[in-house]
């Protein structure tokens, strides 16, 4: 079994910054990928970005030189800045864990940005 918190969504106006955090706990392998997705109202889930426990990133090119997306291992959390927000960056926010291809899902944080 896998948990995962995840915390720092809000309200933010365009061009400010907001960091999520999300913090695992449970039967966690060392070798895994942590990231996030975001689901804007009427539209399906979409890959952020994501990041392995060896450090290698994959990331939207919507996202590209705003997001920023790390992790400690150590705290089995991954975070993500988000700076230079725009209106379209809207949604929640979730943030999965995968380990062998097998994926955990937190909650979901929202996310508003408003122009």
């Known amino acids: 079994q896998v948990q995962l918190v995840e915390s720092g969504g809000g309200l933010v106006q365009a061009g400010g910054s907001l960091r999520l955090s999300c913090a695992a706990s449970g039967s966690i392998f060392s070798i895994n990928v942590m990231g996030w997705y975001r689901q804007a109202p009427g539209k399906q889930r979409e890959l952020v970005a994501h990041?392995?426990?060896?450090?290698?990133?994959n990331c939207a090119d919507s996202v590209k030189g705003r997001f920023t997306i790390s992790r400690d291992n150590a705290k089995n959390t991954v975070y993500l800045q988000m700076n230079s927000l725009k209106p379209e960056d809207t949604g929640v926010y979730y943030c999965?864990?995968?380990?062998?291809?097998?994926?955990?899902w937190g909650q979901g944080t929202q996310v508003t940005v408003t122009s």
């Open positions: 990041i392995t426990t060896a450090g290698t990133i």
């Open positions: 999965h864990l995968d380990i062998f291809g097998r994926r955990s």
